[in-house]
T-cell receptor, first 116, second 116 residues
Framework: GAVVSQHPSWVICKSGTSVKIECRSLDFQATTMFWYRQFPKQSLMLMATSNEGSKATYEQGVEKDKFLINHASLTLSTLTVTSAHPEDSSFYIC????????????FGPGTRLTVL | AQKITQTQPGMFVQEKEAVTLDCTYDTSDPSYGLFWYKQPSSGEMIFLIYQGSYDQQNATEGRYSLNFQKARKSANLVISASQLGDSAMYFCAMRENTGTASKLTFGTGTRLQVTL
């Protein structure tokens, strides 16, 4: 159990276009999901916390108008990178929170975005 | 100040030997959780082990054990009987306020290479 999927697993787009990434918890409900970004050979940096039915909370320095987050249901959160530019190329990883012994976060497999 | 510090950018270990990956943390919150994740080249984040700040005993999960020294604020990961498949990036992470779906803060990671 506790599987989190992401779609797409990789995407290449032209500069100026928008890209939507989906994060789904497949076998549990997640009131909270997190979006991370990871540049090559670097650590995961939290971008925002996504709560079902409310606005996302963004970390300092993350542009909320550029990285639109929608947590439409207890099993789905989406991240839309608007007007993508080459510097947005990165590995985007989501995680879904499930309550329990550890209040664990289960991570999706990640989405590699390349903006040309 | 860094909340999570991993001072070893890279480590080598011979197959079947044990290896310790260092992690120190900084928090003023009395209630926190410490995690270790493995990230192979595919990018997925694999949960390895968890230690709660109030846990009396060091956590163990199979070949993984966590050497938790609270006074020193260290949470080193010990991998026993290393296998070639253990070659990956390893991230230490901390969650403060364990009662809620709180965000994780990651260290910069250690790349482990297991050799024959």
């Amino acid at each position: 159990g506790a599987v989190v999927s992401q779609h797409p697993s990789w995407v290449i787009c032209k500069s100026g276009t928008s890209v939507k990434i989906e994060c789904r918890s497949l076998d549990f409900q997640a009131t909270t999901m997190f979006w991370y970004r990871q540049f090559p050979k670097q650590s995961l940096m939290l971008m925002a916390t996504s709560n079902e039915g409310s606005k996302a909370t963004y970390e300092q320095g993350v542009e909320k108008d550029k990285f639109l987050i929608n947590h439409a249901s207890l099993t789905l959160s989406t991240l839309t990178v608007t007007s993508a530019h080459p510097e947005d190329s990165s590995f985007y990883i989501c995680s879904a929170h499930r309550g329990g012994n550890y209040n664990e976060q289960f991570f999706g497999p990640g989405t590699r975005l390349t903006v040309l | 100040a860094q909340k999570i510090t991993q001072t070893q950018p890279g480590m080598f270990v011979q197959e079947k030997e044990a290896v310790t990956l260092d992690c120190t943390y900084d928090t003023s919150d009395p209630s926190y959780g410490l995690f270790w994740y493995k990230q192979p080249s595919s990018g997925e984040m694999i949960f390895l082990i968890y230690q709660g700040s109030y846990d009396q005993q060091n956590a163990t999960e199979g070949r993984y054990s966590l050497n938790f020294q609270k006074a020193r604020k260290s949470a080193n990961l010990v991998i026993s009987a290393s296998q070639l498949g253990d070659s990956a990036m390893y991230f230490c992470a901390m969650r403060e306020n364990t009662g809620t779906a709180s965000k994780l803060t990651f260290g910069t990671g250690t790349r482990l290479q297991v050799t024959l």
